[in-house]
T-cell receptor, first 112, second 113 residues
């Protein structure tokens, strides 16, 4: 079974700090997605990366897909309390992009 | 659009009872997914449909679980009989076929006592 490992599992920081969370696998994915989930809600898509080495920016969030398409990172600059949530990565299996493999997530708390 | 609508939001039932979860996907979306989320196992894909036809149900844990999609605007996930280990948050998501972005509902929190 393909697995996506996310680290760290929990992260508590102060407003204004920078952070990076990681998503790693031994398998190659055709694409990888990052979602944010808030309590009592479903996950919401932040970004999809497709090309090895690709970097995408969404305001203060920077997403990178590894050259070999096995890993990804999410960097947040100057974190704000509104960034608090569960960050999930999900990889699309090669040859079957309908079936996403999910990590367990990184639970981020940004304290004012 | 109102997004993916799930009902009920919360369900508490006794072991052995039948549970039916409901989902209305986003209008125009032709793919529908049922997921289960727990702390230990994260998000697990149970089954997905394309154009109302089940494509992959390999994630359905046991014969106690069944899912139907009688039309493009409605799907159900049924557990009969329910067991305490079925307690989890169940999500429905929809998307356009060929598009990897999935839109999730708010989920149904199921507790089996």
């Amino acid at each position: 079974t393909q697995l996506l490992e996310q680290s760290p599992q929990f992260l508590s920081i102060q407003e204004g700090e920078n952070l990076t969370v990681y998503c790693n696998s031994s398998s190659v994915f055709s694409s990888l997605q990052w979602y944010r989930q808030e309590p009592g809600e479903g996950p919401v898509l932040l970004v999809t990366v497709v090309t090895g080495g690709e970097v995408k920016k969404l305001k203060r969030l920077t997403f990178q897909f590894g050259d070999a398409r096995k890993d990804s990172s999410l960097h947040i600059t100057a974190a704000q309390p509104g960034d608090t949530g569960l960050y999930l990565c999900a990889g699309a299996e090669a040859g079957n992009n309908r079936k996403l493999i999910w990590g367990l997530g990184t639970s981020l708390a940004v304290n004012p | 659009d109102a997004g993916v609508i799930q009902s009920p939001r919360h369900e508490v039932t006794e072991m052995g009872q039948e549970v039916t979860l409901r989902c209305k996907p986003i209008s125009g979306h032709n793919s529908l997914f049922w997921y289960r989320q727990t702390m230990m196992r994260g998000l697990e894909l149970l089954i997905y449909f394309n154009n109302n036809v089940p494509i992959d149900d390999s994630g359905m844990p046991e014969d106690r679980f069944s899912a139907k999609m009688p039309n493009a605007s409605f799907s159900t996930l049924k557990i009969q009989p329910s067991e305490p280990r079925d307690s989890a948050v169940y999500f429905c998501a929809s998307s356009l076929w060929g598009d990897t972005e999935a839109f999730f509902g708010q989920g149904t929190r199921l507790t089996v006592v």
